[in-house]
C-alpha cells in the first residue's frame, strides 16, 4: 500500500524504489542489513535492489562485509529460480566497473571454477553458466583462466559460447581474438549454432570488439551465408 494514496497498490519496482534503501538505515549490524536487502530481492525480484546494495557498499559507511555480499550474490545465482535482477547487476555495475570487475568475477566464479568444473552439483553448474553468459565485460586476462578451465566441462559449453560471443558484441566486451578462437575451436556445439560461424571468422582476422571493427560483423553475416 502506498502511505501517500492509502489504498493504493505499489508495483514491486515502486516498492524497491521507496524501500530498499531504508534497509541499510536500520538498527542492524551491516551483515543483517545485507541479508536483509538480499530478502527483500528475494520477495521483490527488482534489480533497484541490488542497486541499493551497491550503493551502500560504496558509501561512507561501506563497505559491506564481503562474505556476506558474495555468498548472497552466489545462492541466487545457484538458486533454480529465476536470476535476472542478479546477473544484470553483475553485467551492468559489477562486471562493467574497471575498478570491481576483477574482484566481482573472482567472487561469483573465478575463485572456485576447478571445484565447480570437478563437481556434479547442478546448482553449481548452473551459478557458472549464468556468470558466464554475461561476463562479456569482464577483461580478458581475469576471465581466461576461467573461460579455459570451463571449456572441460561440456555441460557449460552453450553457456561459454555466449560469453564470448558476448564478449565480442558488449560495448564493454573484452577478448584476445587468438586465443579466444582457440577456446571456440575447443567446444562442442552443434554445427548450425546461431552465429557460431561468424564469430569464427572475425575472431580469425583479429577483431576484438564489435565496436572497435563496426563493419568486421557485417562482412562474416555476408561470408558465412
Known amino acids: 500500500m502506498s502511505a501517500a494514496k492509502p489504498g493504493e497498490l505499489l508495483t514491486a519496482n515502486q516498492v524497491a524504489h521507496s524501500w530498499a534503501g531504508d534497509v541499510f538505515a536500520e538498527d542492524l549490524d551491516s551483515a543483517a542489513q545485507v541479508q536483509l536487502a538480499f530478502g527483500l ?29 558474495w555468498d548472497g550474490y552466489r545462492q541466487r545465482l545457484e538458486a533454480d529460480r529465476d ?12 562486471f562493467e566497473d574497471h575498478t570491481t570487475t576483477a574482484t566481482a568475477f573472482a567472487e561469483v566464479l573465478g575463485n572456485d571454477i576447478d571445484r565447480v568444473v570437478a563437481d556434479h552439483s547442478e546448482a553449481l553448474l548452473r551459478r557458472a553458466r549464468r556468470v558466464l ?3 562479456g565485460p ?33 560495448v564493454y566486451g573484452d577478448l584476445e581474438p587468438a586465443a579466444a578462437l582457440a577456446l571456440l575451436d575447443r567446444l562442442d556445439l552443434p554445427a548450425d549454432t546461431r552465429h ?30
Open 138 to 170: 569482464v577483461p580478458w586476462r581475469v576471465k581466461e583462466p576461467a573461460y579455459r578451465t570451463a571449456a572441460s566441462r561440456p555441460a557449460l559449453h552453450p553457456a561459454l559460447f555466449r560469453g564470448l560471443l558476448t564478449s565480442f558484441h558488449d
Open 196 to 225: 557460431l560461424a561468424e564469430l569464427r571468422h572475425v575472431l580469425a582476422a583479429g577483431h576484438k570488439n564489435h565496436y572497435r571493427s563496426p563493419g568486421a560483423w557485417n562482412d562474416a553475416l555476408r561470408s558465412c551465408s
Open 133 to 135: 553468459e554475461c561476463s
Open 83 to 94: 536470476a535476472e535482477a542478479v546477473t544484470y547487476s553483475l553485467w551492468v555495475d559489477w
Open 41 to 69: 530481492l528475494d520477495l521483490l525480484d527488482e534489480y533497484w535492489v541490488t542497486c541499493e546494495i551497491r550503493f551502500a557498499n560504496e558509501s561512507g559507511d561501506g563497505p559491506l562485509p564481503a562474505d556476506v555480499l
